[in-house]
């Protein structure tokens, strides 16, 4: 059976967007087929800035799928000329019995990371802009920093597209239906067929995925952005990317950037979201309130001054962790899902791995812990 392309990522954002270049840069004929334009606000891959770091709380096991991204993020740098991501320091404060600082430290002793620990008056010392509650510890990775989200994407499309992928932009896919001979989708602007299909639907996973019923749950989070009224909150003031694990729930943030103010928001909690393309955007007073409460508390040199909010979508997994894996019904199908809030740091693997099952039939990365088979 002869088919339209060789390749076709389902969502063209950070997964997809990966995916796409990869598949493109192995001489695949790709099509990548995304509901909104590229690099677009209206999922979870947006709001200018996100974390990398290698001391992983959440899972040792990810440590080396980190360590392979940060030689792909400078990899892509390279090929597309331009600054997708700046070293600034990572500060984690939490009580030293929480989840957040054993996390860090229990991947930096099992893969050798150069992790320093502060107290309490250490890190007011060394950090004036935060203020840590009395017996909590901070963790500092130096080589951790910020990713630029929307740069990333759109650089990953751009060079995928010199390498010959196409992009239908602002389609939907309304559904997909697989064969031993390859896979047929429908679409918005059209049906297509494929030898292979990869899914990378973020919030929509889902629904793309609604045969495997996975146990999903999507998420709204809200993104601030103040005014930075002191040197301190800035890079030119040695301010770090910061996590605070508290009793009110997890916070982070990043330094005033690029002529914005500094980004903060709330990663614990969350509304429960029914549809994805219908969420409420505005602000929850309870949800500025909230980070409101922590600038007070840990920032206490932040005015209050807001310059702008966006709304985020989290799709967790029931245990937070990523499912990546090949459709059990289905081999010619691979998918990314569940990213749980904290997976745009790894989107050079996951999309490249992606595409080695999709196209070698299978890889040597570290994926076991992320397969579909523990559900």
Not at 73 to 90: A, D, I, K, T
Not at 220 to 236: C, D, G, L
Not at 290 to 309: C, D, K, T, V
Request: glycine share 12%.
């Amino acid at each position: 059976m002869r088919h339209d392309y060789d390749v076709i990522v389902a969502g063209v954002g950070g997964v997809g967007s990966a995916a796409l270049y990869y598949a493109a840069r192995a001489g695949k004929k790709v099509l990548g087929i995304e509901r909104h334009a590229i690099g677009h606000d209206l999922g979870s891959s947006h709001g200018h800035t996100r974390a990398i770091r290698l001391a992983y709380f959440e899972h040792v096991d990810y440590v080396p799928l980190l360590h392979e991204s940060y030689a792909l993020w400078e990899e892509l740098e390279r090929e597309c000329g331009e600054s997708l991501y700046r070293e600034l320091g990572l500060l984690e404060i939490g009580p030293p019995d929480g989840e957040v600082v054993p996390g860090v430290l229990a991947s930096a002793h099992e893969h050798g990371l150069d992790i320093e620990t502060l107290d309490d008056g250490e890190i007011s010392r060394r950090f004036p802009g935060f203020r840590a509650a009395p017996g909590q510890v901070g963790v500092l990775e130096h080589r951790a920093g910020v990713l630029f989200v929307e740069r990333c994407i759109h650089a990953y499309v751009n060079t995928a597209r010199k390498h010959g992928a196409e992009v239908l932009e602002n389609t939907e896919l309304l559904h997909w239906q697989a064969s031993s001979d390859g896979v047929r989708v429908a679409t918005s602007g059209g049906e297509f067929t494929s030898e292979h299909l990869i899914i990378a639907g973020g919030a929509w996973a889902g629904t793309l995925l609604g045969e495997l019923g996975l146990p999903l749950k999507v998420l709204r989070q809200s993104m601030f952005w103040y005014t930075a009224e002191s040197k301190v909150y800035t890079p030119e003031g040695s301010c770090p990317v910061f996590l605070f694990e508290t009793p009110r729930g997890v916070f982070y943030g990043f330094p005033a950037l690029e002529g914005r103010g500094l980004k903060v928001a709330e990663h614990s909690g969350g509304i429960p979201v029914k549809d994805p393309a219908k969420i409420d955007r505005e602000i929850r007073t309870q949800d500025q309130r909230n980070i409101e409460q922590f600038l007070a508390s840990y920032l206490p040199g932040m005015g209050h001054r807001l310059e702008g909010h966006a709304a985020c979508l989290y799709t967790m997994s029931p245990d937070g962790h990523f499912i990546l894996d090949r459709h059990p019904s289905h081999p010619r199908v691979v998918f990314a899902a569940g990213l749980s809030g904290h997976g745009f740091k790894m989107v050079p693997v996951l999309g490249r791995t992606l595409v080695k099952l999709t196209c070698a039939g299978g890889t040597n990365a570290p994926i076991d812990f992320l397969s579909l088979r523990r559900f």
